[in-house]
């Protein structure tokens, strides 16, 4: 491999790693947009639209898990969902987004993503 190559390679890495980096802040800012809805299910499926609708924005495709950890503490539900993005240039990358479910009204609920790792 020669040099010029080698600096292609490596550009294309850093690009790739900034990009992620930056949508991952851009996660972390949904954290202050609390989803409202009726049930957990309701929320899950807002969120993932939102989530979704970001990826396609940075051109990567996300893949959710089938499961997630559940943490119960009273009326408040923690899950720790595993999703995949798919980048353009470094295939796929793991990510941890914990969000976080609590009851405020009878069957009313509001989701907030609390951690993305």
């Known amino acids: 491999m020669d040099i010029k190559t080698r600096e292609k390679n490596q550009n294309k890495r850093r690009l790739s790693a900034e990009s992620i980096l930056a949508f991952k802040k851009e996660l972390k800012a949904l954290a202050f947009e609390p989803i409202y809805g009726e049930s957990i299910k309701e929320i899950a499926a807002k969120l993932t639209a939102q989530i979704e609708k970001l990826a396609e924005e940075y051109g990567y495709e996300i893949i959710f898990s089938e499961k997630s950890e559940v943490e119960i503490e009273g009326d408040i539900y923690y899950f720790d969902y595993i999703i995949k ?3 353009k240039h470094n295939g796929v ?3 941890k ?3 976080q479910y609590i009851m405020y009204d009878q069957n009313y609920w509001v989701g907030l993503i609390t951690e993305v790792r």
Do not use: A
Request: no cysteine.
């Open 93 to 95: 990358r793991k990510m």
């Open 97 to 99: 987004v914990r969000v």
């Open 85 to 87: 993005v798919k980048t």
